[in-house]
Structure formats: structure tokens, C-alpha cells
């Protein structure tokens, strides 16, 4: 048998091999998202997962997945995670209703210039782009089987509608003044006025979504502002 080699002795490490180590106490810096951040991406992930894979095949899991992060943090950035998508229903309801407003706000003296400014604001490329409205097809299967997504549809249509005619009563009225204000044309109702013009700007987008070549982005808005001006110019 070949006699075991000698086993080479280890120096002892100097101050320039030796690891370099933390103070006690001293923490590694890692660069953290805002929880405002964090939270959008998960949102953003959550419409994409829906728009892809439906309401089945979006789940924690995968949600987190396409985000990036661990699955345990959904409890940090969500009341209840086994609630995702009803959260993210919400938000999103919230987040049109805040971008339709600061869109028209600098139209304040121009109520034609307003109308248009809404419609070119549903039709941007943030609120018209494949996931966003793939993830609303989604979430309107569901209001007409939830309640509470239901609650939150009657409201954001409500509150949207509410914003047309705070527009529309700014119009000169079609044939002189009327008592109760601005009317639309033909003497409709306002508020029905306002459900036809509601119900064009959703057919619509559905329109855009389904074929943007059949319905470009440009002709959908140019044929809202035409609904508008058949409804209440003079």
C-alpha cells in the first residue's frame, strides 16, 4: 500500500485572506420597493394574470410568480389575499375614476373640450390595453355573480355617470333656457341621455378590445364625441 501523502499545512489566514465581516449589528442594505410600488406590481400582475389565464389559473402562486416576490408577502399589501381579485377590482375602479378626473381638469371653462378629453382618457393606452380590459371581462363575469363586486360596479358606473353630466350641465342648453337646467337634445331625459352615451363608450371599448384594427383608438373616440354631440349639441 501506497504510505497516506502528508497533509499540507494551512496558514493561518492574514488580514488580506481573512473574510471581511459586518460590525455586530450591521445589516446588509438591500433596496426596497415603496409599499406603494410593491403593491402596484402586484396589481399589475394580477390584471395580467387574469387577461392570460382567467380567474382559475390566477392564483397567489402565480400572481407572485410574475411579480417577482414571495408568496408570503400578499398579507403585507392585501386586506385579504384569498380576496385578491376583488381587491384589485376595486383599485382599478378607483384608479379610472382618478385618471378621468385629472384628464378633464384642465378643461374646466370647455365642457365640449371635457367630453373629449374623458373619452381620449378610457381609450389610452393605461385603460385600453388588452390585459386591462381582458381583466374587466373577467371582472364583470363575476359582478353577475357577486355581491360584492356588484356593489362595486353600481357604484363606479354611478360615480362615472355622475361625471358625464357634471360635464354635460356645463353645455349651453340646445334651444334657449330651459327650468331645469341644460337638456339633451330632443328633450331626453338627462339621465337617459347619459345611460345611451354610458352604453356607447362601453360597446366601444369591448369594440377596440376584440379587433383595434376593425375599430382603431382614433375612430373609437371620434365616434363617442359624435354620440355626445348627437345627444346634446344644439
Known amino acids: 500500500m501506497m504510505a497516506d501523502a502528508p497533509v499540507p499545512e494551512i496558514p493561518e489566514a492574514g488580514p488580506e485572506t481573512r473574510p ?42 402565480e400572481i407572485c410568480r410574475q411579480a417577482g416576490v414571495s408568496h408570503g408577502l400578499l398579507r403585507h399589501y392585501f386586506r385579504n389575499p384569498d ?13 379610472m375614476l382618478a385618471h378621468v378626473e385629472a384628464s378633464i381638469a384642465p378643461f374646466e371653462g370647455d365642457p365640449w373640450g371635457a367630453l373629449h378629453a374623458f373619452f381620449v382618457a378610457v381609450f389610452s393606452d393605461d ?29 363606479f358606473n354611478m360615480r362615472q355617470r355622475a361625471l358625464m353630466e357634471r360635464i354635460v350641465s356645463r353645455l349651453p342648453p340646445p334651444a334657449g333656457p330651459h ?18 352615451l354610458s352604453a356607447v363608450l362601453d360597446g366601444l371599448w369591448i369594440e377596440y378590445y376584440l ?6 383608438h382614433d375612430r373609437c373616440i371620434a365616434l363617442c364625441d359624435q354620440a355626445a354631440r348627437r345627444l346634446f349639441a344644439a
Open 211 to 216: 379587433s383595434d384594427r376593425r375599430t382603431p
Open 83 to 95: 380576496n385578491l381579485l376583488f381587491e384589485t377590482y376595486e383599485q382599478l375602479c378607483e384608479d
Open 127 to 155: 385603460w385600453a390595453s388588452g390585459d386591462i380590459i381582458g381583466a374587466w371581462m373577467v371582472f364583470w363575469q363575476q359582478v353577475r355573480t357577486r355581491d360584492d363586486f356588484a356593489i362595486v360596479s353600481t357604484a
Open 20 to 61: 471581511k465581516t459586518r460590525p455586530a449589528g450591521a445589516r446588509r442594505r438591500v433596496k426596497r420597493e415603496s409599499p406603494l410600488v410593491r403593491r402596484k406590481d402586484l396589481l399589475d400582475a394580477t390584471v395580467s394574470c387574469l387577461a392570460r389565464l382567467g380567474p382559475r389559473g390566477t392564483t397567489g402562486r
Open 179 to 196: 327650468p331645469s337646467g341644460p337638456q339633451p337634445s330632443g328633450h331626453l331625459p338627462m339621465a337617459d341621455a347619459i345611460a345611451i
